[in-house]
């Protein structure tokens, strides 16, 4: 398998593959990220724990050329360049993985691959399979492996093949959706690190430790509700069906239903202790989550107000 990215995210992916008994192999695009792993271990704590040995790409044409399924796992604002950078050495037959995809980047990918006359399946994510940071150069910690999230495929009648690929590789947490759109509308991770960015943003300008889920209060969380209904909302217009911000805590943290919000992230700070919320304005609350998830549902609410006549608070 290949892995675009460096990051938490997708250094867990590897470990989880190469624990799963697959092979793995990553690519940084920046070359900075993976100098130190090239001669030693990838240390795994948290949820998934172990020492692995991790295959560092110098190139996309070397990620890509022997790899069946490649794994789109960069945040947001990196999508479009890393997908220029290997769609030159796709091949029929072949998979990409959208891990999450934002602003319907497996759109974009899909679209180019076909305009070369690759026939290859993209799968888009609605979020990460799991939680994960990196705590040092050679390390990371996973917070959490989520027991469910939904992926679309495109084309959309590869949707079988695509699940059953997914679930080989990460196990039985998949739920196909029919429209890509159920996608691009069920990413909660915008509305909610939209809300915790402005109600801690004194805290992240000034570069203050905060702990995120101890940031997330009652109000706060009010305010990631009501930006979770017109959401909600949104999605209804278009007619599909998405999961609500309640539904996504439960399972990504293994709660039972009936728990507010608050109630909930109270209980992962007090099982966590963590992880820290962001101290820099760079951070991908701010440089990911709003240009490439909270503008395209603003823009998407603009092309139904267009079609129908029909107002949005957007």
Not at 107 to 123: C, E, K, W
Not at 127 to 143: D, E, K, N, P, Y
Not at 199 to 226: H, M, Q
């Amino acid at each position: 398998m290949g892995i675009v990215g460096c990051g938490g995210v997708a250094l867990g992916y590897a470990a989880f593959l190469l624990k799963g008994g697959h092979q793995a192999i990553v690519w940084s695009p920046s070359g900075a990220s993976a100098r130190s792993l090239v001669d030693q271990d990838l240390t795994v704590s948290g949820t998934l724990e172990g020492s692995f040995r991790i295959r560092v790409a110098q190139s996309p044409e070397e990620l890509v050329s022997d790899a069946e399924v490649v794994i789109i796992a960069v945040p947001g604002y990196g999508h479009r360049s890393v997908m220029d950078a290997v769609i030159p050495f796709a091949r029929g037959g072949q998979s990409f993985i959208v891990s999450a995809q934002l602003s319907l980047s497996g759109v974009y990918l899909q679209r180019h691959l076909t305009a070369r006359g690759i026939q290859a399946d993209v799968l888009a994510w609605a979020t990460t399979v799991l939680m994960g940071r990196r705590t040092g150069s050679s390390s990371v910690a996973i917070g959490g492996i989520r027991s469910m999230l939904e992926i679309a495929a495109l084309p959309a009648e590869a949707g079988e093949r695509c699940l059953n690929l997914c679930r080989v590789l990460f196990g039985d947490r998949f739920r196909l959706v029919p429209d890509i759109f159920a996608i691009a509308l069920g990413n909660l991770n915008p509305p909610i690190h939209l809300a915790s960015a402005l109600c801690n943003f004194t805290r992240i300008e000034k570069g203050e430790y905060w702990a995120n889920y101890d940031g997330i209060t009652p109000s706060v969380a009010r305010l990631i509700e009501a930006l979770d209904q017109e959401r909600l909302e949104l999605a209804k217009a278009y007619r599909v069906k998405v999961r609500t911000v309640q539904e996504h805590y439960c399972l990504s943290f293994g709660f039972d239903e009936g728990c507010s919000i608050a109630e909930m992230a109270a209980m992962v700070h007090t099982k966590r202790q963590g992880p820290p919320g962001p101290t820099s304005l760079s951070t991908r609350f701010v440089t990911e989550d709003v240009p490439f998830g909270i503008v395209p549902l603003v823009e998407l609410a603009h092309l139904m107000h267009e079609t129908t006549g029909k107002g949005w608070r957007m």
